[in-house]
Every structure is written in structure tokens, then in C-alpha cells.
């Protein structure tokens, strides 16, 4: 008997879910905060250390753009990292687990992700 | 380690969605201060609240065992296929997040 279902699906070739997305990106964003904390820390620091440095640190919140980017990054993934949060904790309760509820909550969490980190980027650029 | 061996999944799910939530409620409060707009005089006042600096510890020390279990859990996944031991990996997060709680817990107190 010969057995020709497909094994070891390499991932790469396969078109993935819009719920494979939402549930890399969860991942992706972490590691960003991850990374991203180092930032944070700093900012923290530096905003507490002294009046003078705070003054500093705002001054280089308004003129530097890499600075500006590294927070609106920061931002905008932990905006999709509780996006996709709140849908695991939704989908733990039992709802949205079927296919077409998957998918539903799935973009649903994604274009949240998006819309918080176009209002990271006003905060941080207007 | 012991907490990671079988039999340990509906803690790790718990404690995750725990911290997951703790970290959803700063970025909330984060948001919040930051939309409100920042002075270092309110700064100042806002982190000599004892309450504060109780409340910012307790989610920092969740983000730290959080950030290891979470890397535990996607170096288990990756570390085959980028042909990386994924002890190592999960050291690398150790020693970093360690850096990161000393750093936070200063800052905080």
C-alpha cells in the first residue's frame, strides 16, 4: 500500500491563512518589544534622570527620526501585540475558533494593528 | 529545568495569558500618560507613588519570566531549522531579560 499523502510541508510554498498572519505577527511584535525595551529603558532613564535631561530627551523626541521611528515602532508593536492578545484570550473563551470565525477575529486583530499604528505615528509625528 | 518539563503546559498557558493581559493594561497606561501629555514634574510625582513603583515592578517581573518562557517556546520551533542549539537561544533571552530586570527594577526604584 502505498501511502501518497503529503508529508513535511515545507511552509514556505504553501499559501497561509490571513490566522497564520495574525499569529506570526503576534510573534514578530514580541520580539520587537523584545528588542525594543532596551529603547524603552533609556527613555525611562533618561526622562527621570534630571529636568535637564528630560528637556533633552524631548527635544530629541521632536527632531531625531531615527529616534522617532525606534518609538513609533515600539508602539505600533505592542498596538498589534495586544490586538493579538485580546484574541487569544477571546478565542480561549471558545468563540470566533471555527474557520470563518478565525478568519473574522484574525483580520479583525490585523487591521487594529494597523489603525493603532497609524495613531502611534500621530502621536509620535504631530 | 523542572518547570518546563511535560505536564507543565496549562501553568505555562495560564501564567502566559496572565502576563499577557498585565502587559496589555501598561500599554494601556502607557498610552494614556503619553496622550495626556508629560511634564518631568508630573513624571516625578507619577513615579514617587508608592503604588506605582509596586504596580511597575510586579508587570516587570511578569515581562521577565513571560520573555523567557516565550523564547523557550519559539526556539523550540525555530532552533532546528536555523541548525542553532535552542539552549543557546533561550540563554542569550536569559541573560538579556536579567539585564533588563536589573535595569527596570533601578529605574523604578
Redesign the interface.
Known amino acids: 500500500m502505498s501511502d501518497t499523502r503529503p508529508v513535511n510541508l515545507d511552509i514556505a510554498t504553501v499559501r497561509l491563512p490571513i490566522s497564520a498572519y495574525a499569529s506570526i505577527l503576534h510573534?514578530i511584535c514580541?520580539?520587537i518589544i523584545?528588542v525594543g525595551?532596551?529603547a524603552l529603558?533609556v527613555i525611562?532613564?533618561s526622562?527621570?534622570k534630571s529636568?535637564a535631561s528630560?528637556?533633552d530627551l524631548a527635544v530629541t523626541l521632536q527632531s531625531n527620526f531615527l529616534v522617532q521611528f525606534l518609538v513609533w515602532g515600539f508602539?505600533s508593536a505592542?498596538?498589534y501585540?495586544?490586538m493579538g492578545?485580546?484574541k487569544?484570550?477571546i478565542q480561549?473563551f471558545g468563540h470566533f475558533e471555527d474557520k470563518k470565525g478565525g478568519q473574522m477575529i484574525s483580520t479583525a486583530a490585523i487591521a487594529g494593528g494597523v489603525v493603532l499604528c497609524l495613531l502611534a505615528g500621530v502621536?509620535v509625528w504631530a | 529545568m523542572g518547570i518546563m518539563n511535560k505536564g507543565w503546559g496549562v501553568k505555562h498557558w495560564v501564567f502566559q495569558?496572565v502576563s499577557?493581559?498585565l502587559?496589555?493594561l501598561f500599554?494601556?497606561l502607557?498610552?494614556a500618560t503619553?496622550?495626556s501629555g508629560?511634564s518631568?514634574e508630573s513624571?516625578?510625582a507619577l513615579?514617587s507613588n508608592p503604588l506605582v513603583k509596586i504596580y511597575l515592578a510586579i508587570t516587570l517581573l511578569f515581562v521577565f519570566a513571560n520573555?523567557i518562557l516565550?523564547a523557550w517556546q519559539?526556539a523550540g520551533d525555530y532552533a532546528k531549522k536555523l541548525n542553532i542549539s535552542s539552549n543557546v537561544l533561550v540563554g542569550i533571552?536569559v541573560i538579556?531579560?536579567a539585564i533588563?530586570l536589573i535595569?527596570?527594577l533601578k529605574?523604578i526604584f
Do not use: K
Open positions: 510573534r514580541a520580539v523584545w525595551f532596551t529603558l525611562a532613564s526622562a527621570l529636568e528630560f528637556d508602539l505592542l498596538g501585540y495586544c492578545t485580546i487569544h484570550i480561549d502621536l | 495569558r499577557n493581559a502587559i496589555v500599554a494601556v502607557l498610552a503619553l496622550i508629560v518631568y513624571l516625578q513615579m520573555s516565550a519559539i533571552t538579556v531579560s533588563y535595569a527596570g529605574i
